[in-house]
């Protein structure tokens, strides 16, 4: 079982700026990759950037340039820094541990609460 914490939510004028952390916690394997995701009201849950164990990293394309992420293993913490925010950012953002289970022959992914970003004036 893994744990997900997440914090760094809130509200940020256009423009703004805010970072996200989730620290996991649990049965963590160490290869895994960890990642952001986010949903809009009425609209799917989409990806906005995902890092693995050896640091490779994708990023949705509207916010590509704008989100950094980046992880500290020792820590087992992931953060996303969003930069240059706009209203379409509006969303929850959900943290997400993937690994793939070798007892069940496949992918299992664990989430986080999910915290509110609101961006507005």
């Not at 992880?71 to 240059?84: F, G, I, P, W």
Request: charged fraction near 15%; hydrophobic fraction near 30%; charge should be positive.
């Amino acid at each position: 079982q893994v744990q997900l914490v997440e914090s760094g939510g809130g509200l940020v004028q256009p423009g703004g700026s805010l970072r996200l952390s989730c620290v996991a916690s649990g049965n963590i394997f160490s290869i895994n990759t960890m990642g952001w995701y986010r949903q809009a009201p009425g609209k799917q849950r989409e990806l906005v950037a995902s890092i693995t164990n050896t640091g490779s990293t994708n990023y949705a394309g509207s916010v590509k340039g704008r989100f950094t992420i980046s992880r500290d293993n020792a820590k087992n913490t992931v953060y996303l820094q969003m930069n240059s925010l706009k209203p379409e950012d509006t969303a929850v953002y959900y943290c997400n541990y993937n690994y793939f289970s070798y007892s069940e022959y496949r992918d299992r992914d664990y989430w986080g609460q999910g915290t509110q970003v609101t961006v507005s004036s």
